[in-house]
């Protein structure tokens, strides 16, 4: 049975041409965006940041519900063939209750499998408050392996640290230290980081956690389940180039729509994907 983060519809009505739609609440879901670029090269991605109404890890469940459904909804009204949420509050707060239009997958399910498999035994989960009070990862976690111990923290100031770009500063480090503690003094192996802001601090938090803690982001094993249920769907891209549908985009392209433009932004986001972006500015309300 597939999990509330994985649901697909027929395929009939969509073309193995459209492009996947990505949308996240900033800048974090674009290293979602790299992992699909690199296990995908030959599909178009159309990306939503809703960097007007960020953070959503501090936003209650129905805001998260009604930002989401206007995403999705933006998303399919220009003509994408799949979604992925790679949004950690989204996944865990909305998809749950998203009626399935097409195949549709977040980025908890992934990311704790990968991290499951990878664990001794103790698991902690880093994420913002909403993921974190909603137990998505640590429920994920225990219906893979029921005898892991999960331990979780919020770190709600990990997501304006990226967004100011002082990722890998004594600031960031200072504040790295401070929320993994607690985590570290109770022995864990293996640390989810459960925002996908969080993967722009891996150096520090690897340098915190130290060697003998493995850390887990969800964007390759998103990836890879992408990837895997394109093309079992008959919807994965042909390697050839071709024309790229509705959008008119060449296969192998991104197009990225942000609802608020920033020089923050734009940084943060040619760091990620290491090149030149483009934004077209859009309302999605």
């Given at each position: 049975?597939a999990?509330?983060?994985?649901r697909?519809s027929?395929?009939?009505?969509?073309?193995?041409?459209?492009p996947?739609?990505?949308f996240?609440s900033?800048?974090?879901?674009?290293?979602?965006v790299?992992?699909?670029?690199?296990?995908?090269?030959?599909?178009?991605i159309?990306y939503?940041?809703?960097?007007?109404r960020?953070?959503?890890?501090t936003?209650?469940?129905?805001?998260?519900?009604r930002y989401?459904?206007?995403?999705?909804?933006?998303?399919?009204a220009?003509?994408?063939?799949a979604?992925?949420?790679?949004?950690?509050?989204?996944?865990?707060l909305?998809l749950p209750?998203?009626a399935?239009?097409?195949p549709l997958?977040g980025?908890?399910?992934?990311?704790?499998?990968?991290?499951a498999?990878?664990?001794a035994g103790?698991v902690g989960?880093?994420?913002?408050e909403s993921t974190?009070?909603?137990?998505?990862y640590?429920a994920?976690?225990?219906?893979l392996?029921?005898e892991?111990?999960?331990l979780?923290?919020?770190?709600?100031?990990?997501?304006?640290l990226?967004e100011?770009g002082?990722?890998?500063?004594?600031?960031?480090e200072?504040?790295?230290?401070?929320?993994?503690?607690?985590l570290?003094?109770a022995?864990?192996?293996?640390?989810?980081?459960?925002c996908?802001?969080y993967?722009?601090?891996r150096?520090v938090?690897?340098?915190?956690?130290?060697p003998?803690v493995a850390l887990v982001?969800?964007?390759s094993a998103?990836a890879?389940?992408?990837a895997?249920?394109?093309?079992e769907a008959?919807?994965a891209?042909?390697?050839?180039?071709?024309?790229?549908?509705?959008?008119?985009?060449?296969r192998?392209?991104?197009?990225?729509c942000?609802?608020?433009?920033?020089?923050?932004?734009?940084r943060?986001a040619h760091?990620?994907l290491d090149?030149?972006?483009?934004?077209?500015?859009?309302?999605?309300?």
């Open positions: 049975m999990t509330p983060e994985e697909s027929p395929a009939a009505d969509r073309a193995p041409s459209l996947i739609g990505v996240d900033g800048v974090g879901g674009l290293t979602v790299a992992a699909l670029r690199e296990r995908l090269p030959a599909e178009s159309l939503l940041g809703d960097t007007a960020l953070p959503y890890g936003k209650s469940p129905e805001t998260v519900l989401t459904r206007k995403n999705v909804e933006f998303l399919l220009r003509g994408v063939k979604v992925v949420v790679a949004c950690n509050t989204a996944s865990a909305a209750h998203l399935a239009e097409l997958w980025v908890i399910e992934p990311g704790a499998a990968r991290a498999a990878a664990s103790r989960v880093i994420a913002t974190i009070r909603s137990d998505a640590a994920a976690l225990r219906r392996r029921p892991l111990e999960v979780s923290a919020a770190c709600p100031l990990f997501v304006p990226v100011e002082w990722t890998d500063d004594e600031i960031a200072a504040v790295a230290r401070r929320y993994l503690a607690p570290l003094g022995g864990i192996d293996t640390l989810v980081l459960g996908t802001h993967p722009l601090l150096p938090l690897a340098r915190v956690a130290g003998e982001d969800s964007a998103v890879d389940r992408v895997r249920d394109l093309a008959g919807l891209a042909p390697a050839a180039a071709g024309p790229g549908a509705r959008l008119g985009l060449p192998g392209e991104l197009h990225a942000v609802t608020d433009t920033t020089e923050r932004f734009a943060l760091q990620i090149g030149d972006l483009t934004f077209e500015l859009v309302d999605v309300t």
